[in-house]
């Protein structure tokens, strides 16, 4: 089953502007982590935040939780054409492996 | 440090064959999972490694589906017999740190025809 579930499925911005993603999900965390995946290619790990943190950054990325709301937004500022990519939440329950949501699908037009 | 290895890139075959994927991880990772990828979708966990014994395969369609890590190195995960719904992208990764980030494979697509 899906632990996480992002928001939008799909977003499209212009080069400059900022992305936001958000992320939901049901049971308790140990932490929660954003992953971008290019077409074709292999999932890259970009940040991860503990159950204790309530905000993280990363160069361009902003990453928030909200553990009351079961939720987390990842902010990429300033995107490129080379952001575009789908990208991924996956929550750490401590009890198995990573669970991961249905990604967001992102496109920068230049 | 070199990346996760998976090999092949691509395969084709017609449903009721057999396939074998192949996972080096990334040296002295001892976790290593193979995820299952279908278009459109996010990873689905199918067995997770830790050094060469199973933790967790809950998800494994076990008729089909098959997976070893010998010597708690590489990996290999096997189906047989392959149904047109098993087509996807073959994910392997590996981690050093039980509560860290995961380093994915560039995967393996399967087409079943």
């Known amino acids: 089953s899906q632990q996480g579930e992002e928001d939008p499925q799909a977003l499209s911005i212009q080069e400059g502007e900022n992305a936001t993603m958000n992320c939901s999900y049901k049971?308790?965390?140990?932490?929660l982590q954003w992953y971008r995946q290019n077409s074709g290619r292999g999932l890259v790990h970009l940040i991860l935040?503990?159950?204790?943190?309530r905000e993280k950054h990363s160069g361009r990325l902003r990453v928030t939780l909200d553990t009351s709301k079961k939720s987390s937004s990842l902010l990429i500022t300033a995107s490129r054409a080379a952001d575009t990519a789908s990208y991924f939440c996956a929550t750490d329950t401590g009890r198995r492996a990573l669970t991961f949501g249905s990604g967001t699908r992102l496109q920068v037009q230049p | 440090e070199a990346g996760v290895a998976q090999s092949p890139r691509y395969k084709i075959i017609e449903k009721r064959q057999s396939v074998a994927f192949w996972c080096n991880p990334i040296s002295g990772h001892a976790t290593l999972y193979w995820y299952q990828q279908i278009l459109g979708q996010g990873p689905k966990l199918l067995i997770q490694?830790?050094?060469?014994?199973?933790?967790?395969d809950s998800q494994l369609p076990k008729d089909r589906f098959s997976a070893e890590r010998l010597k708690g190195v590489d990996s290999t995960l096997k189906i047989q017999p392959a149904k047109l719904e098993d087509s996807a992208v073959y994910l392997c990764?590996?981690?050093?740190?039980?509560?860290?980030?995961?380093?994915f494979g560039s995967g393996t697509r399967l087409t079943v025809v």
């Open positions: 049971t308790s965390i140990n932490n």
């Open positions: 490694f830790q050094n060469n014994g199973v933790v967790d």
């Open positions: 990764a590996s981690t050093s740190d039980r509560a860290g980030g995961y380093t």
């Open positions: 935040i503990r159950s204790n943190e």
